[in-house]
Each structure stands twice: as C-alpha cells, then as structure tokens.
T-cell receptor, first 117, second 110 residues
Framework: DTAVSQTPKYLVTQMGNDKSIKCEQN?????MYWYKQDSKKFLKIMFS???????INETVPNRFSPKSPDKAHLNLHINSLELGDSAVYFC????????????????FGPGTRLTVL | QKEVEQNSGPLSVPEGAIASLNCTYS??????FFWYRQYSGKSPELIMS????GDKEDGRFTAQLNKASQYVSLLIRDSQPSDSATYLC??????????FGKGTRLHILP
C-alpha cells in the first residue's frame, strides 16, 4: 500500500493555465507538507498543514494555494502558471507538527513533475 | 553562510569502503537532524535521524552529531553500488522550520 500518494505524476501545461496536484496519505499522520525541488535539486518547503490548519507558509507567490479538506489530504492549486514554476513538487507527511516535537521524520510522496511550456 | 551546507560531490567511493558524508548548519539552536537518500527521479527517503550529540548506528549507517561544531555526518560502511544516490541533510531550526541542504551525490565504484 502506498503511504503518501500524489496525482498526477507528470503534468505538462502552457503558461497562464491553472492546475492542481492532489496528495493523500494513509499513515494516519496529522501534518502534511508541500515541497518544491528545482532543477538544481534544491528541496524547499512551501507549506505545512496540521489537521487541516495552515501552520507554515513560506515566501511563495499567492498564485499557489494549498487546500486541506481533511487531515489525510493536502492539495496544491496553482494559478497563472509561469515558466519558473517548472519543478518537481513533493508532498510529505509526518506524525506530529514541527513545533510540537523534535521527532519530525517526514515521509515523501513520489513527486509530481510539472513542466510549464 | 548557507543555512545547511553540503559538498555537492560527486563523492566516489570503492565498493566495500566507508563513505563519509558531511553537513554543517548555521543555526546553533537547531535540535533535530535528518539524513535522506534520494535516487535519481525518485522521492527522498529517510534513512537516519539524530537528536543528541554523539553517534547513532542503524545497520551499515552511522549518524554523528556535534552541536558545538554545528556538524552532522553520515557514515556508510561496506558501501554497495545500491548506495549510489544523492544524500540530503535536513536540519530543524529553533523556529521549527526544516531546511534541506542541496545534497551530496555519492557514487559507489564496483
């Protein structure tokens, strides 16, 4: 069984379009994250949700909007896509939120490779 | 100074030897440290976490932490070709944010 799953795996789209990436975890974790890994493989946190509540919101353009319908799901919607948005987006989850414990081992989904043309 | 710094490599190690991966961090108040392995085209996979000074061993992997020197390392004993990957160091800062290094590419030579 897949612990953290993402759809789609690949997403190719034109500049200016709006797209969504979905993430689901079946680990029973309370906290979920979105990361962006650019072409230089640098992994950077974008958002973190704990039990549907936004707790980390890094300096990310407001074209990016996370949505958490329940604690097992965290989706990422991107408006007006730009060339610089091309990257691999990883969803992750951990048992407890970052602020509550030192033990924040994160489990990553398989990633969504977004290509903006 | 970068928040979490790693040598990008590639680090080439003969099969069977010990691979030593290093990471330094800038926030002295950091409390939690993680090593992730990422194969090309795959997602990061947690292999070790360490929270207190000293060594922590798990199979062929040993994590070492020295908070005074702001230094964390990962040793891989009896290196195997399957260990060839990028190793990401991650540090949880005192403000609870997790920062990843850019990773070290490890290549085990058969």
């Amino acid at each position: 069984d897949t612990a953290v799953s993402q759809t789609p795996k690949y997403l190719v789209t034109q500049m200016g379009n709006d797209k969504s990436i979905k993430c689901e975890q079946n680990l029973g974790h309370d906290t979920m994250y979105w990361y962006k890994q650019d072409s230089k493989k640098f992994l950077k946190i974008m958002f973190s949700y704990n039990n549907k509540e936004l707790i980390i919101n890094e300096t990310v353009p407001n074209r990016f909007s996370p949505k958490s319908p329940d604690k097992a799901h965290l989706n990422l919607h991107i408006n007006s896509l730009e060339l610089g948005d091309s990257a691999v987006y990883f969803c992750a989850s951990s048992q407890v939120p970052l602020r509550r414990s030192s033990y924040n081992e994160q489990f990553f989904g398989p990633g969504t490779r977004l290509t903006v043309l | 100074q970068k928040e979490v710094e790693q040598n990008s490599g590639p680090l080439s190690v003969p099969e069977g030897a010990i691979a030593s991966l290093n990471c330094t961090y800038s926030d002295r108040g950091s409390q939690s440290f993680f090593w992730y392995r990422q194969y090309s085209g795959k997602s990061p996979e947690l292999i070790m976490s360490i929270y207190s000074n000293g060594d922590k061993e798990d199979g062929r992997f040993t994590a070492q932490l020295n908070k005074a020197s702001q230094y964390v390392s990962l040793l891989i004993r009896d290196s195997q070709p399957s260990d060839s990957a990028t190793y990401l160091c991650a540090v949880k800062r005192r403000d609870d944010k997790i920062i990843f290094g850019k990773g070290t590419r490890l290549h085990i030579l058969p």
